[in-house]
């Protein structure tokens, strides 16, 4: 039973029905949440969320991102509410729509282990842009959807939107919403070029942050990298690290069609 106070009323949501996620399969749905916002009338024909008792323990789980609430179950699985902006508008922009200006709230339910990003950072197309790129997966195997709108939202409930932040760049302090994006069947790998955009400049960072938002119904996961200076083709160093990088994306890329630009 999740309380919370909306335009300052309480509200109280029963949640039940799933618990971390399936691997990609496009002949079974994914798990998914039942959200009963009546407080539990509409389940069990009385208010349930009035007389509905806490057994929670200390939450004793992995590190979850924006976590608000914990909690561990008597069966020994986890729940977790997160909050943090998913619709902030793209390409470093201040929020002019009040969807962009709100925090969504997140709720999770699981007993594996966490979805993970690999991060990494490179230079793309003979080091004329910066790049972000890696792979999302859960319990070792790629995350993943089969169907995307041609704005590129998922369709079916195993595409799962990602969004890359970056720190100290030319839009301004604090971190900025560069674009979202989705990683690629059937390896999970994902690459994202940090572009002009019109008149606006390429958001190049001291730092990047990318957040999944967790597969089925486990926790959003975040991952962080440092950024890089500007590319310098007669610099060794630069030369060396660059062919690493352009190594590790070809492993991580491999037996798919996306992400085999250097």
């Known amino acids: 039973?999740?309380?919370?106070?909306?335009?300052?009323?309480?509200?109280?949501?029963?949640?039940?029905?799933?618990?971390?996620?399936?691997?990609?399969?496009?002949?079974?749905?994914?798990?998914?949440?039942?959200?009963?916002?009546?407080?539990?009338?509409?389940?069990?024909?009385?208010?349930?969320?009035?007389?509905?008792?806490?057994?929670?323990?200390?939450?004793?789980?992995?590190?979850?991102?924006?976590?608000?609430?914990?909690?561990?179950?008597?069966?020994?699985?986890?729940?977790?509410?997160?909050?943090?902006?998913?619709?902030?508008?793209?390409f470093g922009l201040a929020p002019w729509l009040v969807r962009q200006r709100q925090v969504s709230i997140r709720i999770?339910?699981?007993?594996?282990?966490?979805?993970?990003?690999?991060?990494?950072?490179?230079?793309?197309?003979?080091?004329?842009?910066?790049?972000?790129f890696g792979r999302a997966t859960y319990l070792g195997k790629?995350?993943?959807?089969?169907?995307?709108?041609?704005?590129?939202?998922?369709?079916?409930r195993y595409g799962r939107l990602m969004y890359l932040d970056t720190l100290g760049s030319v839009w301004g302090p604090g971190w900025k919403r560069a674009r979202g994006f989705l990683p690629h069947g059937p390896t999970g790998v994902f690459c994202v070029g940090l572009y002009r955009n019109g008149k606006r400049p390429a958001g190049n960072g001291k730092r990047y942050r990318v957040t999944m938002v967790g597969p089925g119904v486990t926790p959003d996961v975040v991952a962080t990298v440092a950024g890089l200076h500007d590319y310098r083709r007669n610099n060794p160093d630069d030369v060396a690290f660059e062919a690493q990088e352009n190594k590790i994306l070809d492993q991580l890329a491999a037996g798919g069609r996306w992400c085999h630009h250097h």
């Open 108 to 132: 999770s339910h699981w007993s594996t282990a966490l979805a993970r990003i690999e991060l990494y950072a490179d230079w793309i197309y003979g080091g004329k842009h910066h790049e972000v």
């Open 1 to 90: 039973m999740v309380y919370y106070r909306q335009n300052g009323a309480f509200r109280h949501v029963l949640v039940s029905g799933a618990v971390n996620a399936r691997q990609p399969n496009r002949s079974v749905p994914q798990v998914k949440l039942r959200l009963d916002y009546s407080g539990g009338r509409q389940a069990t024909g009385h208010a349930l969320w009035k007389t509905f008792r806490n057994r929670c323990s200390a939450y004793d789980g992995p590190s979850v991102p924006y976590a608000v609430a914990t909690c561990r179950a008597p069966n020994g699985s986890y729940w977790a509410i997160q909050e943090w902006q998913l619709d902030l508008p793209p």
């Open 142 to 156: 790629p995350v993943h959807g089969f169907t995307v709108t041609r704005r590129g939202a998922p369709i079916d």
